[in-house]
């Protein structure tokens, strides 16, 4: 694509009064048409219970290279989509998660990998608390490029923590909340964590990031001013409460007071009215999904479930040939994808699911069927089941993890082909990252984490590589040692953003790491 | 009904000393049983007691269990030099074997690396995921001490005991963890039970009644000064109630709040999705509802910007101290004043608007502020003095406790003119409070919510079989779940504020109410007055005695709440009655579900996988194995009874004689560990009146009521504060709110650092 003209101008002829309250677009968008570079971002995305047991299904045999392989049967969407997704991707293969607390869970490894550092403890079955920042957090805070509250050029929210669904065996946080703020002190372990819980639902995220469809009136500008007041008088409220208060509900005003903040930024997109250029287009309303049937409980050889929520599953019952969970799962990563070229945000997290899935699946999925009376379930349960002696529920767990690979190659494609304000793709100034919480469902083994991270040009990916892992200490899933900690990973991501590694490395807790794994990044 | 449980004691007491095992008087050496030694005042059982093995005193090392009265190594340790070791490349399958430099130990041979599903540890064990012993189990982690390696999954080795903390405690003996963890005993433990001197009887730390001593008991401690974000139900009825709104308006966003909590947790807070839900509602919700009464609202009969700037700032300074449950400063007012100008820039009813969007997102009313007074100062180190709230604070901790809202006048007026401060005008404002139907519907909720009978609404998704007593058009589970909870609040109230008002008639009461449809769904009650005719009109009756139903537990919505799609879950709802109903404190955290040893238990089999049960198709059968073996057995032989005695009532809450496999149903069980051991219960009948004639149930219910006062949930059944109100409660709600309420500490707040 030609590279982007823009008449300064024009805009604020366009924009009408509205303009100086869209400084922020508008000076990302006049160093662009500068020539400088578009801002990196990065987006983490998260999909359930591992992958297929062995790994056999999910990374490249015996005979692959660093450069010459091919992505077997669960992740070989990410090269069926029409812009091969190969070239953008390393695949990590040798990485485990090490926890010093038994950890080893859904909901464990989720704050484990997230955080990379030890928990604070855990809460009743299996709620572990964060017990630090996740990455994507510690990224905001500390990356001179990430548009972060200590900079002076601040991405107008920060950062998005969106989901497609978040229903988990318990009422717990840990499995289904990819990011934390960093604790705060004190001495109730629920109390300590700061989680951002995801959202939902598209059309909430369109209403808050993108102005929503809110009316406007006639005059927007006199609009906004009258709403800005409204916040003023938060803010001095706030302000009155900070005088009152003891120490320890000091962190608490000043989430609220960051929350005053970005409904600030909310408002300025509502009655500012986005602009729209060939980069940065207002979405369209995303539909309101609504909770679908959860079908009947697999029968026989379940084990016992505790909590069921009603959700959006992979089918509306009755209709076998819809998708809601797939379309709203979609929706979202759009919403990110559009968020990022308007650079609302450079930072975003997304789950298709929490830890333990419990978005519900036919018994017969995509040509393999749960083992005895295949009738629709959530996809965890089914999990457990030893593979060994039940190939077929392996295979029908095997389908639903291609499924999520297939899904979020489709959203990574439109990354792909999506024109960033350079000139370039999006995909050349974001890095994405692909994980799960175990490697391997039934067991909860966290040996040879599946892993893969996406980037372009400007990314300094190394694309098109199968990065096998050797030479630690650690012991693999299919026997022998050679693997390393998961740590290694992130130790090796922060400096692309420009932080110091020693940020995790050193942070209190923090889980084992070896040193920053080379041969991702170039 | 007042119960006297000095009788229960005197009671008890006669059952101890029939059982041969008298309680100790205070300063005098208790008689004990055969096998048990008197050791520090307690009679320990010193054949397995791992303080005291074989004599007081001799405690056995780490590695070590008692068995037979001598501390010996566990299962799979060598004994080296008078120490318990495992098996490590230093002591490879012998004390003086050593592997050479670089190799491993592997099942007790010398070995280059570990064997596939071995995990390498640093003194160069090869530990199987399933199997080890103490010093390694099931991977490089010791047991606690006590504790033995059982394939891989760390149990305490002797029946009565169960892990505290890092240790395996006698729970039948010990006087710190009396018949569970953390319930100390002020007298002598025996068998799980704690006796006292005082008469009163008392059933170990746990259930009965009986206040007792206090010094054993753990303390709360007053809680801090503190923010406490309204819930998202309080924050829509308080905006309800403030502009008079005919619905109360719903955010689209929780906050982190669980969809039916019981109570509103105060460690929440407003985040940026909470946030921006709290203003869209306010714009789409709440000010097209003001917009045609915004006369009424702030009526002014003057017209020009002057006039109609006066009457704004009355409305700023009468609305703001109703929202803010306190009186409004100056300050605050010039600032809703500088929001108004803005909006009077298009007319008088905007600026109203927005004063009124100010005050309902902004943090005065969407936090109850627990500071006390105003003028708190620190002091030199920067420490507040402890406090108490302030009147106004009062008013509104007893509006959203009672009213579930903002405070109402009199309330107010109380903390204006300083009443609230004191004993006699509390006790009047509570007293009024109680009389109140909006009190009584918004308790009867309370209640309602203790039984989390609203989960309900996320579980429509029963098998139809299930329903199929009903017309296929009349199957919708929607309809049926929103009458069911109808019901049950019909029932508790009946219950608490027209029948006898007690927390043992909601436990046994055989009432129910129904429609038409619950009626036909639900066979086999009478009705006085004749059979519900219709949908929407609900008529009480009576359940047969055949069915055996008892109280709020075995009402449809209680048991349909607590049930799988198709089939009963006796760990839902053992869980859940263990949990809230008996207030025992919390199980040990459960082991992982998915190793080997828990598969198989599931699987109705050993552990090891070696026996199995003839079959496993119904839940009795693996909660009989799950009662049976370890790794297992620790908490569900403390659950899965309180659930088996409900067995004869289905996914739906439907009575049945038969379960999912065909099999007759025998509900009858015996209690084995307290507060309700060792009594038996022949179905759920028996059950609730044992509930009721022990205490359990008025006990809890002041611990539950306490958890929903402060936010908090207080998962120590011994907690000092909780004693104190339960010794004051007769056992009615209306006693139970009001004592609550009275307490200190609802009032008594720690003051922090500045």
């Not at chain 1, 109390?191 to 929503?212: K, S």
């Not at chain 1, 067991?443 to 694309?463: A, E, S, Y």
């Not at chain 2, 500071?371 to 620190?378: C, D, K, Q, R, V």
Request: glycine share 10%; aromatic share 6%.
């Amino acid at each position: 694509m030609s590279s982007y003209k823009f008449k300064r101008r024009s805009f604020l002829r366009a924009a009408g009064g509205s303009a100086a309250l869209l400084a922020p677009l508008l000076r990302s968008i006049e160093s662009r048409a500068q020539g400088m570079a578009a801002p990196l971002r990065i987006l983490i995305i998260h999909h359930p219970l591992g992958a297929g047991p062995g790994l056999a299904t999910w990374r490249p045999n015996a005979s692959a290279t660093t450069t010459n392989f091919t992505l077997p049967a669960e992740s070989a969407p990410f090269n069926a989509t029409a812009t091969p997704l190969q070239k953008y991707m390393c695949m990590i293969d040798g990485l485990n998660i090490v926890t010093n607390s038994g950890q080893n869970t859904h909901e464990g490894g989720v704050v484990a990998m997230m955080t990379g550092v030890n928990a604070l403890g855990k809460i009743g079955q299996q709620d572990w608390s964060a017990g630090g920042a996740s990455i994507d957090q510690l990224l905001l805070a500390q990356s001179p490029t990430l548009g972060g509250p200590t900079q002076t050029n601040k991405t107008m929210f920060g950062s998005l923590q969106l989901a497609a669904d978040v229903r988990s065996d318990r009422d717990e946080v840990a499995p289904r909340v990819l990011s934390y703020k960093a604790p705060i002190a004190g001495s109730d372990i629920a109390q300590r964590r700061q989680p951002l819980y995801a959202e939902t639902q598209p059309l909430n995220t369109f209403n808050r990031v993108f102005g929503g469809n809110l009316p406007t009136g006639t005059d927007p500008q006199k609009l906004l001013a009258q709403k800005l007041s409204v916040l003023d008088f938060m803010r001095k409220d706030l302000a009155r409460m900070q005088t009152l208060i003891p120490a320890s509900e000091k962190d608490r005003l000043t989430a609220h007071a960051n929350a005053i903040q970005q409904l600030e930024a909310s408002l300025r997109q509502t009655y500012g009215m986005m602009p729209n250029t060939s980069v940065c287009t207002k979405p369209t309303t995303p539909p309101t999904y609504a909770n679908t049937s959860t079908g009947k409980q697999m029968m026989g050889d379940s084990t016992s479930v505790f909590t069921t929520y009603a959700g959006v599953d992979y089918y509306v019952s009755g209709s076998p040939n819809s998708h809601p969970h797939l379309d709203l799962g979609l929706n979202q990563l759009r919403l990110i994808k559009t968020a990022f070229a308007c650079d609302l945000v450079r930072v975003a997290t997304f789950m298709w699911s929490a830890g333990t899935n419990w978005v519900v699946f036919p018994g017969t999925f995509q040509g393999a069927s749960i083992k005895g009376n295949p009738q629709s379930t959530p996809h965890h349960p089914p999990s457990h089941s030893d593979p060994s002696g039940d190939t077929q529920t392996r295979d029908w767990l095997n389908q639903i993890n291609t499924f999520y690979s297939a899904a979020t190659a489709t959203a990574l494609q439109e990354f792909a082909t999506t024109p960033d304000i350079d000139g370039n793709m999006l995909i050349d100034n974001t890095v994405v990252v692909y994980l799960t919480e175990v490697a391997r469902a039934w067991d909860h083994n966290q040996q040879n984490m599946p892993l893969i991270v996406f980037g372009g040009k400007n990314t300094r990916v190394k694309g098109g590589t199968f990065l096998k892992v050797t030479g630690g200490s650690m012991s693999t899933q299919t026997g022998g040692t050679g693997n390393r900690p998961f740590n290694d990973f992130w130790l090796a991501l922060l400096p692309i953003f420009g932080v110091n590694s020693s940020v995790l490395s050193g942070a209190s807790g923090a889980l084992m790491s070896t040193g920053a794994l080379s041969g991702i990044f170039s | 009904m007042q119960v006297d449980y000095r009788v229960i004691g005197v009671l008890m007491g006669a059952w101890l000393v029939a059982a041969g095992c008298t309680g100790k008087v205070d300063g005098q050496t208790p008689n004990c049983a055969t096998g048990q030694k008197a050791c520090g005042g307690q009679c320990k059982t010193v054949a397995t007691d791992q303080e005291n093995c074989g004599a007081c005193g001799n405690v056995c090392a780490a590695g070590q269990t008692c068995q037979n009265g001598q501390c010996q190594c566990s299962s799979g340790l060598l004994a080296c030099n008078g120490t318990c070791v495992s098996s490590t490349a230093t002591h490879c399958g012998g004390c003086n074997t050593t592997c050479a430099s670089g190799q491993v130990c592997s099942q007790n041979s010398c070995q280059t690396s570990c064997g596939a599903g071995e995990t390498q540890c640093s003194d160069g064990a090869c530990v199987s995921t399933t199997g080890g012993d103490a010093l390694h189990c099931g991977g490089c982690n010791a047991c606690p001490a006590g504790a033995a390696c059982n394939a891989g999954v760390c149990a305490c080795a002797v029946a009565g005991q169960m892990m505290c903390g890092s240790a395996c405690v006698d729970v039948m003996t010990s006087a710190a963890n009396c018949g569970g963890c953390d319930r100390p005993c002020n007298g002598t433990c025996t068998n799980g039970v704690c006796a006292t001197t005082s008469g009163t009887g008392g059933m170990g730390g746990g259930a009965g009644g009986m206040g007792g001593s206090t010094t054993a008991c753990a303390p709360l401690g007053a809680i801090p000064r503190r923010l406490w974000r309204l819930s998202v139900e309080q924050w829509g009825a308080a905006v309800k109630d403030l502009l008079g709104l005919t619905t109360a308006p719903q955010l689209s966003n929780r906050g982190g709040e669980a969809a039916y909590a019981f109570f509103s947790d105060a460690t929440l807070g407003v985040d940026e999705q909470f946030q921006f839900a709290l203003y869209q509602s306010s714009q789409m919700d709440v000010l097209p509802a003001i917009a045609s009464k915004i006369t009424t609202l702030a009526p002014c009969t003057g017209t020009t910007a002057s006039a109609q700037r006066t009457c704004a700032m009355t409305f700023a300074q009468t609305l703001g101290a109703k929202a803010f449950r306190r009186p409004v400063d100056t300050t605050e007012v010039t600032n809703l004043m500088t929001v108004y100008d803005q909006g009077a820039m298009t007319d008088y009813a905007t600026g109203v608007g927005l004063i009124v969007q100010a005050m309902i997102t902004s943090p005065s009313f969407v936090y109850r502020t627990e500071l006390g007074p105003t003028t708190l100062t620190a002091d030199a180190s920067g420490k507040y003095p402890d406090t108490t709230l302030n009147p106004y604070e009062i008013a509104s901790q007893l509006g959203f406790l009672f009213l579930g809202s903002l405070p109402d006048a009199a309330l107010t007026t109380a903390a204006a003119d300083g009443s609230l401060a004191t004993t006699n005008g509390l006790n009047a404002q509570i007293d009024r409070l109680l009389a109140l139907p909006a009190v009584k519907a918004n308790l009867t909720n309370i209640i309602v919510d203790w039984f989390n009978v609203r989960q309900m609404f996320d579980k429509g998704n029963k098998d139809t079989t299930l329903l199929s007593a009903l017309a296929s058009t009349d199957r919708d589970q929607t309809a049926i779940t929103t009458e069911l909870y109808q019901a049950t609040q019909q029932f508790v109230n009946d219950v608490l504020w027209t029948s006898s008002g007690t927390m043992n008639d909601l436990i046994t009461s055989q009432k129910v109410y129904m429609n038409k449809r619950l009626a036909t769904l639900y066979p086999g009650a009478t009705f006085s007055g004749g059979a519900p005719s219709s949908n929407t009109t609900f008529v009480s009756g009576t359940w047969p005695a055949s069915q055996g139903r008892s109280g709020i537990i075995t009402q449809p919505s209680f048991l349909w709440s607590a049930s799988d799609p198709a089939k009963n879950s006796i760990v839902k709802r053992g869980k859940f009655i263990h949990d809230d109903v008996v207030c025992q404190d919390v199980l040990p955290p459960p082991i992982d579900l998915s190793t080997p040893q828990a598969v198989n238990v599931i699987g109705c089999k050993s552990p090891d996988g070696t026996t199995s049960l003839s079959t496993c198709d119904s839940e009795i059968l693996q909660s009989d194995a799950r009662m049976m073996y370890q790794p297992c057995k620790t908490c569900h032989a403390q659950m899965d009874n309180y659930a088996r005695v409900l067995q004869n009532f289905g996914p739906i809450g439907n009575y049945r004689t038969a379960d999912e496999a065909g099999r007759a149903i025998d509900p009858s069980v015996t209690f084995t560990v307290p507060p309700l051991a060792p009594n038996m219960a022949a179905g759920s009948t028996s059950f609730g009146q044992l509930l009721a004639s022990s205490g359990v149930i008025k006990d809890c219910s002041v611990q539950k009521i306490s958890s929903y006062a402060i936010g908090n949930m207080i998962r120590t059944y011994n907690t000092c504060e909780v004693n104190d109100i339960r010794a004051k409660t007769d056992g009615t709600v209306a006693s139970l709110f009001k004592q609550v309420a009275l307490s200190s500490i609802l009032r008594a707040r720690a003051g922090g650092m500045k």
